[in-house]
């Protein structure tokens, strides 16, 4: 862990939270995780099977702080309730969840929407990459009595056309919904509820997209500060969002890319 990337400090100390998502070191998840431990976060991580473990357990023994690891697959709801039960019975309280997961199949991202989503694949990455930051939801704030935060997510493809993302893009605009609807539930209760809208990053979700190359080269060219959108930036927006620095802030869909989502029109040579 590199302190220059993620500032350490005190702002996480005494916070307990699971983490969803990590599948290698270029996972959001994991800078997320990072930086969170770097301010003093105790963490544990979800995977999806043995295969998984092997490749986070170096990453994750090699955090301060003793994180634990639980497995869940969030398509499984026994999976899901075994990973909840752990949590509790090691902590019994918690005060944030990452949901930082997401799924279509590769003949889903590419070509036509119109004509290349079918029904499972339509339901399954509803289910995997929406439904499953509602259910996780549900049962993160089962034990989050003195209130807490949550974050999920997504990417600009819910809010505009994004060619070849197609499924993965109506997913995030339910996954979009879902946090604000979540936010109002578990407002009464103090607990915080915010998604992250990353530019394109490097990552394997991103590598099943096809054409994801020329999503990131357009994302720099295009974006206000002509550059990658950078793991530190959202990592530190997820800082602010499940720290005690996001108060009064919930229901939100932040923008973390550079300023891509607020442009327009890309640059115009001058015409004279
Ligand atoms: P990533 O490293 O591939 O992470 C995606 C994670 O989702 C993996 O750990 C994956 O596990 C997990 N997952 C998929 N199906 C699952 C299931 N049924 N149960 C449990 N876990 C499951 O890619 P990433 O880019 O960091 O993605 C993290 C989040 O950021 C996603 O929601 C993604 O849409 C979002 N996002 C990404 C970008 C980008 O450009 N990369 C931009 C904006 C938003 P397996 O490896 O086992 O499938």
Redesign the pocket.
């Given at each position: 862990m590199s302190d220059s990337v993620f500032p350490a400090g005190n702002l996480m100390k005494g916070k307990r939270g699971l983490v969803?998502?990590?599948?290698?070191k270029?996972?959001?998840?994991w800078g997320i995780a990072q930086q969170l431990a770097a301010q003093g976060a105790k963490l544990a991580f979800?995977?999806?099977?043995e295969e998984?473990e092997k490749r986070v357990r170096p990453l994750v023994e090699s955090l301060p702080g003793n994180p634990f690891m639980v497995t869940?697959?969030?398509?499984d709801d026994a999976s899901m309730d075994a990973c909840f039960d752990a949590l509790q019975k090691k902590w019994g309280k918690m005060d944030f969840l990452v949901?930082?997961?997401?799924?279509a199949g590769k003949d889903e991202l590419k070509g036509s929407f119109t004509h290349n989503t079918t029904r499972e694949g339509f339901k399954r990455a509803m289910d995997?990459?929406a439904f499953?930051f509602v259910d996780a939801a549900k049962r993160a704030s089962a034990l989050m009595p003195d209130g807490g935060a949550m974050i999920?997510?997504?990417?600009l493809g819910s809010e505009r056309v994004v060619p070849n993302y197609n499924v993965?893009g109506v997913a995030?605009a339910a996954l979009e919904a879902s946090t604000r609807y979540i936010a109002r539930d578990l407002g009464p209760a103090g607990i915080r509820v915010n998604a992250i809208?990353?530019?394109?990053?490097?990552?394997?979700?991103?590598a099943g997209i096809s054409g994801g190359k020329t999503l990131m080269k357009t994302g720099k060219d295009w974006s206000m500060l002509k550059e990658d959108?950078r793991m530190e930036g959202v990592a530190g927006a997820a800082l602010y969002l499940l720290s005690d620095l996001g108060h009064s802030c919930t229901g939100e869909v932040l923008h973390v890319d550079a300023g891509f989502h607020a442009v327009g029109v890309p640059d115009i040579a001058d015409e004279g």
């Amino acid at each position: 862990m590199s302190d220059s990337v993620f500032p350490a400090g005190n702002l996480m100390k005494g916070k307990r939270g699971l983490v969803m998502g990590v599948a290698n070191k270029n996972s959001i998840a994991w800078g997320i995780a990072q930086q969170l431990a770097a301010q003093g976060a105790k963490l544990a991580f979800s995977y999806q099977g043995e295969e998984l473990e092997k490749r986070v357990r170096p990453l994750v023994e090699s955090l301060p702080g003793n994180p634990f690891m639980v497995t869940a697959d969030v398509t499984d709801d026994a999976s899901m309730d075994a990973c909840f039960d752990a949590l509790q019975k090691k902590w019994g309280k918690m005060d944030f969840l990452v949901h930082a997961i997401a799924f279509a199949g590769k003949d889903e991202l590419k070509g036509s929407f119109t004509h290349n989503t079918t029904r499972e694949g339509f339901k399954r990455a509803m289910d995997v990459s929406a439904f499953s930051f509602v259910d996780a939801a549900k049962r993160a704030s089962a034990l989050m009595p003195d209130g807490g935060a949550m974050i999920s997510m997504t990417y600009l493809g819910s809010e505009r056309v994004v060619p070849n993302y197609n499924v993965m893009g109506v997913a995030k605009a339910a996954l979009e919904a879902s946090t604000r609807y979540i936010a109002r539930d578990l407002g009464p209760a103090g607990i915080r509820v915010n998604a992250i809208s990353a530019g394109p990053m490097r990552t394997l979700a991103m590598a099943g997209i096809s054409g994801g190359k020329t999503l990131m080269k357009t994302g720099k060219d295009w974006s206000m500060l002509k550059e990658d959108t950078r793991m530190e930036g959202v990592a530190g927006a997820a800082l602010y969002l499940l720290s005690d620095l996001g108060h009064s802030c919930t229901g939100e869909v932040l923008h973390v890319d550079a300023g891509f989502h607020a442009v327009g029109v890309p640059d115009i040579a001058d015409e004279g």
